[in-house]
């Protein structure tokens, strides 16, 4: 199942176009050397206009998170219960997705997620979380 087609602003143009490529970028502030999200046109740290996309790990932990037993869009009504969930990735920003691929009540904090991708109808791709599995000594593989 597609995802419906997905508004982008000019600040976010650079990551929804590496997502037709499945690859999953962040905004990097040259000035401090910091990664943020979401996509603006100054840092947010320390307001420098120097930005480049990064690729990014896809690799982070659930900070928090709420099932949706009513859909938010009439597109998601078949999907519900779905666990939204904000995400801190590796790179230490916050990242609001969904957690796919798991039962959404299962879904708890402090859990390790990597990326997947859904992808939307003109190409480019939703990147959402899955969680990491676990080897039988129970570390994440």
């Given at each position: 199942m597609t995802r419906p087609t997905q508004l982008e602003s000019t600040e976010a143009g650079p990551y929804w176009e590496a997502t037709r490529a499945r690859q999953f970028v962040l905004p990097w502030c040259t000035t401090c050397e910091r990664p943020f999200w979401y996509p603006r046109a100054a840092c947010p740290g320390c307001l420098g206009s120097g930005i480049e996309w990064r690729q990014a790990s896809g690799r982070g932990t659930v900070y928090a998170v709420s099932v949706q037993h009513n859909a938010a869009l009439p597109e998601f009504k078949d999907r519900v219960p779905y666990a939204v969930a904000l995400v801190e990735l590796d790179e230490g920003?916050?990242?609001?997705?969904?957690?796919?691929?798991?039962?959404?009540?299962?879904?708890?904090?402090?859990?390790?997620?990597?990326?997947?991708?859904?992808?939307?109808?003109?190409?480019?791709?939703v990147a959402v979380f899955e969680p990491e599995q676990e080897d039988s000594s129970g570390t994440d593989l």
């Open positions: 920003v916050r990242f609001m997705t969904n957690i796919v691929n798991v039962d959404p009540l299962a879904v708890a904090i402090g859990q390790r997620v990597h990326l997947t991708w859904e992808p939307i109808e003109d190409g480019r791709a």
